[in-house]
């Protein structure tokens, strides 16, 4: 970004191919300006480019090699020259040369023989106005910085907000873990295979996506309205007690409903979260809960966290049941095809098992973690 000195003389870059022309200019501005002169078009370019370029350029039309029109077109597509200000100072007095002048990038055009009080005003008024133009420049690059940094800001700020409402369902339910890491990668991978899908492809944008990425971790929100008792249960619910685990779903939705109640606005991140917390569990043949959906009917994302959630559940190891291997794991999500989960979906998963099994691997929970969760749930039962 270019800073202008104020306590300082600006350069004026004079173009001409004359000398008498050179000299006669360089003895009307020197007395205000600093001036260098260049006697080529090939010259006036190279001190352009230059690390001390000139604020302003005054340039002849007719020279040589490479004309006027032809340096202030090379000047303009240049990132670096482009924004200096380049005055015509000709002999050339027709409309037209004039007018393609101003077309290729020029601020103004004097003809020759010059008035040299109407050049040194028309000089002083641009050099006015890239100054001012080139203030805004500066003004303009740092909201644009100012804008990043606030959006990086916000999007912090939701993810952080993700996480510590993840992480306070992590802290009620003893399964979670790494689950919630799990879960959000598998929701992902499904999502961009998915992506080209013809049934698909006009929700799975690069947008929902990351929306979706951001808004699985939510899934089981719920579980903290869950009581204890029957949230943290070593085997089994009966069936009052399954009833009251089914309305984790519920709760879930409705608390992200508050929090953006309370904001006075919709986010497009909660927007997600809430139908993912409260659809997760229906399923494709319409047993599941709470809204008993079926088919097309149950929103995307709630499909695609289905599959990931169930096939999470079955590899896991829990207090009560023992780590089931992938294969058998994908044998039961294979029988659930077209019952459980959307058939286009499952079919999606067994293209990329691999790499679920992958992500499953760099999530897994150690068997450190997996006793203190035991721990929990002994303290929990002895209260």
């Not at 270019?2 to 300082?8: A, M, R, S």
Request: glycine share 4%.
């Amino acid at each position: 970004m270019t800073e202008f000195d104020f306590t300082d003389k600006p350069t004026i870059l004079v173009v001409d191919d004359t000398s008498d022309n050179l000299i006669l200019m360089s003895n009307l501005l020197k007395s205000d300006y600093k001036v260098k002169i260049a006697n080529s078009g090939e010259k006036a370019l190279r001190i352009a480019t230059s690390d001390s370029p000139p604020d302003l350029i005054l340039l002849d039309i007719m020279m040589p090699d490479m004309d006027g029109y032809e340096v202030c077109l090379r000047l303009k597509r240049g990132p670096k020259t482009m924004n200096i200000p380049v005055i015509f100072l000709t002999a050339k007095s027709e409309m037209e040369d004039e007018k393609k002048g101003l077309e290729l990038g020029a601020v103004d055009y004097i003809t020759k023989p010059i008035s040299p009080p109407i050049v040194l005003a028309r000089v002083k008024n641009h050099l006015a106005l890239r100054v001012m133009d080139q203030f805004l420049r500066d003004k303009n690059d740092f909201l644009e910085l100012e804008v990043a940094k606030r959006t990086k800001e916000v999007i912090a700020l939701q993810d952080v907000t993700i996480l510590v409402m993840a992480s306070l369902a992590e802290t009620r339910d003893s399964e979670t873990g790494n689950h919630i890491r799990r879960t959000q990668f598998y929701v992902k991978a499904l999502a961009e295979k998915l992506r080209d899908h013809p049934r698909f492809a006009w929700f799975l944008t690069d947008a929902n996506i990351n929306m979706l990425f951001k808004s699985a971790p939510l899934h089981d929100i719920g579980k903290v309205g869950i009581p204890d008792r029957i949230l943290l249960k070593p085997g089994r619910f009966e069936a009052g007690e399954f009833e009251i685990m089914k309305t984790h779903t519920t709760l879930g939705r409705d608390a992200i409903a508050h929090a953006e109640s309370a904001l006075g606005i919709d986010v497009d991140f909660l927007i997600f979260a809430k139908t993912i917390a409260l659809s997760h569990q229906e399923k494709w043949d319409g047993s599941g809960y709470p809204q008993s959906l079926s088919g097309d009917d149950i929103p995307i994302a709630a499909r695609l966290m289905a599959v990931a959630d169930v096939y999470d559940a079955l590899i896991s190891r829990r207090v009560y049941k023992n780590s089931m291997p992938h294969e058998d794991a994908v044998k039961i999500m294979i029988d659930g095809r077209g019952s459980h989960f959307d058939p286009d979906m499952l079919d999606a998963f067994l293209e990329i098992q691999e790499e679920f099994r992958s992500i499953a691997r760099r999530f897994i929970d150690s068997d450190a973690e997996m006793k203190l969760k035991e721990d929990c749930l002994t303290q929990a039962a002895s209260i």
